[in-house]
């Protein structure tokens, strides 16, 4: 709590180091990986994202919606890179890319809302854990404080929990003067909750001082978030949110178009963070997959197994992971969505493990407590 | 953290939208309440100046038709659509209209919350608004937006829960926001027809709209429907649509379609899809539209639509994780009163839980915005844009991008950059004011015994007049009502 003080007081005293980081002391061990989490918010269809091509039923089921082979990067087995990702297929054809095929949380019903809640609080059922898993993780972090941001305004259900985490998103709006936000601080001295919020508020404006990222487009939002990630001193988890996967109707430009944005996000990323992508890992994931048939009006409905995609230079990728469960009908789940067979909780646990080195197990109960007894996933990072 | 709370203070800003300068504080909060069922305004000025459904409709349909003549034209003549002149310009042409209709709905909005006299009742068209939530992603929706509040929402506040989900489910902003007004029974005259001519082009069921009556607006989740019965429903309500939009439209002979106005609700029954439907073991027969009302009527009857509402109500008004005492009082109301929405506030207003001191909800951006203006005495929007202004705080308004509305607990909405910024536009608002309020005194006026010895000294340190009407509008008290 002490530099924490420190600083405010310091900050009050309307002093000209208004934006010096309170962690600057500790400044991070090189080498620090960097692990970011993007959330598809409205169940992305996994199978024209990293299209099954091969498998004999993938035309049938999609007719008119199929990706076309021919315009689309060819992956391991049976699999295609919807052509939307080019940067994507670049990161892929380099080894810094990994999908993962028929995969899922937990849940097993079809509303957005409870999926994203099992997704994002690493419960077994929806509404059982409160916390966020992203938030747990933190808390098996050394350092266990500064260590996680939201790229927006407000903090994600699966940053959500008892670890002080940050949130940050440019504005259009002016900046308080110092004198003012000295004596909001004051004043919110005796609140518990926005004490707490204010503190983490002013280090983290403190750290975006410098960047130049600026607005809310997918290639900014990229740039923004490894303006953070980069910084020795900064958080070395990020969250960023993804909305709009809902493609009931019109798929093939709606998905399109959103496979651009995260595209772009992606490169932006990349390319900001410069040498840090080298230890950086990236796990794009949705709460559910989309029915392996097309619907009657040009798109696909809530379904459940999707595809869940990792990038990053400490990735071990160039890969598909999948125990292909087949699109024939006997083999989808519930005779309509593609059957997971591959539980995103050991991918994701899995994956954070290697990411910070830390033991499996622990990591496993820690973010997926009520989890079944699956083994986190092995050997998808580098050593 | 606790803060204390009077009575008047409560009714002013739980149940209210905030007091003004010049309110007195309500001598008897409880019927200062329910005397607003008497002057709510369900078409206030600011709404009355607004487009109709209709009218947006037509404009909006006519300038998509415009753009693609303009394209096909283009096309014929072998040039490129997307560099066509005229193309590009009803492109422009149609933004323009939709930004332009989308920001004077939601400043029509906010002028309704600055006038009205029922502060109360326009809290709740935004509740109800929230739980029957459009997103505007879907440039059809952000044309609709705020005629749906005006038009399905608004005149049902004070009605019966059953006729708002009616009116719901049928105004074109629900139709088209969740992919209703395409939805083709696979098995009706129309599907039939193309099946025949063209089978890869077949139009078949999309069970979005069903889905989210029964998850959203109704019953709830897990509350023990199926994929089946989602499904079915789904069947059922195919044939709802929207005049001028959509499959079905046309027809030939006995089977052709009158032309319904463009932009309102059209039954089709070229695309319904024919038979009876059985619907969480229930049987429904109805022929037609009939079919998918009968089982409305039933969804919003059910104990478990009543659990849902109660929960939701209590949630907003009383607090994050709202007592079961409470909930089930509101349950019992609504149930034996047949879903009656003044009987459903009544009871609120009656429990005690709703009045126990201590802030319990941190309020919304849109909240904290509408409470804000009203503190600082503004009664109209003037030259402010209000739809920007909300979206830098987090909270774009006919927007949550997802059906399921706004999150209604503080969690989502108390985050380092949402407070940053609402400090940011705090100032901004005291700005303008200059020195034409007196924080000190103000703060009485709008939190009646309820400012904290913190705040007070906060704003009695204050160096100026802005200074310290910024600090009155980001006090704990303020920010949480």
Same mark, same amino acid.
């Given at each position: 709590m002490l530099p924490r003080r420190q600083f405010l007081q310091f900050a009050a005293a309307g002093a000209g180091a208004m934006w010096v980081h309170p962690q600057m002391a500790l400044a991070a061990v090189p080498g620090d990986r960097r692990f970011v989490f993007i959330i598809q918010r409205g169940a992305a269809d996994g199978l024209n994202i990293v299209a099954p091509v091969g498998d004999p039923d993938y035309v049938r089921l999609r007719g008119a919606l199929a990706i076309d082979p021919a315009t689309a990067m060819k992956l391991d087995g049976p699999f295609a890179l919807h052509p939307a990702l080019a940067e994507a297929g670049r990161m892929y054809a380099q080894g810094q890319a990994l999908f993962v095929h028929a995969t899922a949380s937990p849940y097993r019903d079809r509303s957005h809302f409870d999926g994203q809640n099992v997704l994002e609080t690493g419960g077994v059922t929806p509404y059982e854990v409160r916390d966020g898993w992203l938030n747990r993780l933190v808390s098996l972090m050394p350092r266990n404080r500064d260590e996680a941001i939201a790229l927006a305004p407000t903090v994600p259900p699966a940053l959500r929990g008892k670890a002080d985490v940050s949130s940050f998103a440019p504005t259009a709006l002016p900046q308080p003067s110092d004198e003012l936000m000295a004596r909001v601080g004051r004043m919110y001295q005796s609140d518990t909750q926005l004490d707490a919020l204010w503190n983490q508020a002013m280090a983290t404006r403190g750290m975006a001082a410098g960047s130049e990222a600026k607005?809310?487009?997918?290639?900014?939002?990229?740039?923004?978030?490894?303006?953070?990630?980069?910084k020795p001193d900064g958080p070395r988890i990020a969250m960023l949110e993804t909305g709009g996967w809902d493609t009931h109707t019109a798929q093939a430009f709606r998905l399109t178009a959103q496979l651009k944005a995260l595209d772009a996000t992606l490169a /932006?990323?990349?390319?900001?963070?410069?040498?840090?992508?080298?230890?950086?890992?990236?796990?794009? /994931?949705?709460?559910?997959?989309?029915? /392996?048939? /097309?619907?009657?009006t040009g798109g696909t409905d809530h379904g459940t197994g999707s595809a869940a995609m990792i990038f990053g230079g400490a990735v071990k990728g160039g890969r598909v992971i999948a125990d292909w469960p087949g699109l024939s009908q006997a083999n989808l789940y519930e005779a309509r969505d593609l059957k997971p067979t591959t539980s995103l909780d050991a991918v994701i646990a899995g994956l954070t493990a290697e990411t910070f080195a830390l033991d499996p197990a622990r990591v496993r109960t820690t973010l997926f407590p009520g989890a079944p007894a699956s083994r986190p996933l092995e050997g998808l990072i580098r050593a | 953290m606790s803060l204390t709370q009077s009575p008047a203070a409560i009714a002013l800003n739980r149940f209210g939208l905030g007091a003004r300068p010049d309110?007195?504080?309500?001598?008897?909060?409880?019927?200062?309440?329910?005397?607003?069922?008497?002057?709510?305004?369900?078409?206030?000025?600011?709404?009355?100046?607004?487009?109709?459904?209709?009218?947006?409709?037509?404009?909006?349909?006519?300038a998509l038709r415009q753009r693609l003549t303009a394209r096909k034209d283009a096309k014929a003549e072998g040039m490129d659509?997307?560099?066509?002149?005229?193309?590009?310009?009803?492109?422009?042409?149609?933004?323009?209209?939709?930004r332009d209709g989308y920001r004077a709905g939601v400043n029509a909005r906010m002028a309704a919350a600055l006038g009205t006299e029922a502060p109360f009742v326009e809290r709740l068209t935004h509740f109800w608004a929230n739980h029957f939530a459009i997103s505007t992603e879907k440039p059809q929706v952000?044309?609709?937006?705020?005629?749906?509040?005006?038009?399905?929402?608004?005149?049902?506040?004070?009605?019966?829960?059953?006729?708002?989900?009616v009116a719901v489910e049928r105004h074109p902003a629900m139709l088209f926001y969740l992919d209703q007004f395409r939805s083709v029974g696979p098995d009706s005259r129309a599907a039939q027809f193309v099946a025949q001519r063209r089978?890869?082009?077949?139009?078949?069921?999309?069970?979005?709209?069903?889905?989210?009556?029964?998850?959203?607006?109704?019953?709830?989740?897990?509350?023990?429907?199926?994929?089946?019965?989602?499904?079915?429903?789904?069947?059922?309500l195919t044939g709802w649509s929207v005049g001028g939009q959509g499959p079905g439209g046309g027809g030939r002979g006995r089977f052709a379609m009158q032309q319904a106005e463009p932009g309102q609700f059209q039954y089709r029954p070229n695309i319904h899809e024919p038979g009876a439907r059985t619907i969480i073991g229930k049987r429904y027969d109805q022929e037609g539209e009939d079919q998918a009302r009968a089982v409305l009527h039933d969804l919003a009857t059910a104990p478990a639509t009543a659990r849902h509402i109660s929960t939701k109500l209590a949630r907003h008004f009383v607090s994050d994780d709202p007592p079961k005492a409470l909930v089930d009082r509101l349950a019992a109301a609504f149930q034996s009163s047949g879903g009656d929405l003044p009987t459903l506030y009544r009871t609120l207003i009656d429990s005690p839980e709703a009045w126990a001191p201590g802030a319990g909800k941190f309020k919304t951006p849109w909240d904290w915005s509408v409470s804000a203006l009203r503190g600082l005495g503004r009664r109209d929007v003037g030259e402010m844009d209000i739809a920007?202004?909300?979206?830098?705080?987090?909270?774009?308004?006919?927007?949550?991008?997802?059906?399921?509305?706004?999150?209604?607990?503080?969690?989502?909405?108390?985050?380092?950059?949402?407070?940053?910024?609402?400090?940011?536009?705090?100032?901004?608002?005291?700005a303008n004011m200059g020195d034409r309020a007196d924080a000190r005194a103000l703060a009485g006026v709008l939190l009646p015994g309820s400012v904290s010895p913190a705040t007070t000294t906060a704003l009695a340190q204050a160096d100026n007049a802005p200074s310290a009407l910024a600090l009155l509008l980001v006090s704990p008290e303020f920010q949480r009502r």
């Open positions: 607005g809310q487009n997918p290639a900014e939002l990229g740039k923004l978030a490894a303006s953070f990630l980069s /932006a990323l990349r390319d900001g963070l410069g040498p840090v992508w080298n230890q950086t890992v990236v796990v794009v /994931a949705t709460e559910f997959g989309r029915t /392996a048939a /097309a619907n009657g | 309110d007195k504080p309500p001598a008897d909060p409880k019927r200062w309440l329910t005397g607003q069922f008497d002057r709510y305004d369900v078409r206030p000025a600011a709404y009355a100046a607004l487009p109709d459904a209709g009218k947006a409709a037509q404009d909006y349909f006519q659509p997307k560099q066509d002149a005229e193309a590009k310009q009803a492109r422009q042409m149609i933004f323009l209209q939709t952000a044309v609709f937006a705020a005629t749906y509040e005006a038009e399905a929402i608004r005149p049902h506040v004070l009605g019966k829960f059953e006729d708002m989900l089978p890869d082009k077949t139009p078949g069921l999309n069970e979005n709209l069903a889905r989210e009556i029964m998850e959203l607006h109704t019953l709830g989740v897990r509350t023990g429907y199926s994929q089946a019965d989602v499904t079915e429903f789904a069947r059922a920007p202004m909300v979206t830098q705080l987090g909270q774009p308004v006919w927007k949550p991008g997802s059906p399921a509305g706004y999150d209604d607990i503080a969690a989502s909405w108390a985050a380092p950059d949402a407070l940053m910024r609402r400090v940011e536009l705090a100032q901004r608002f005291a």
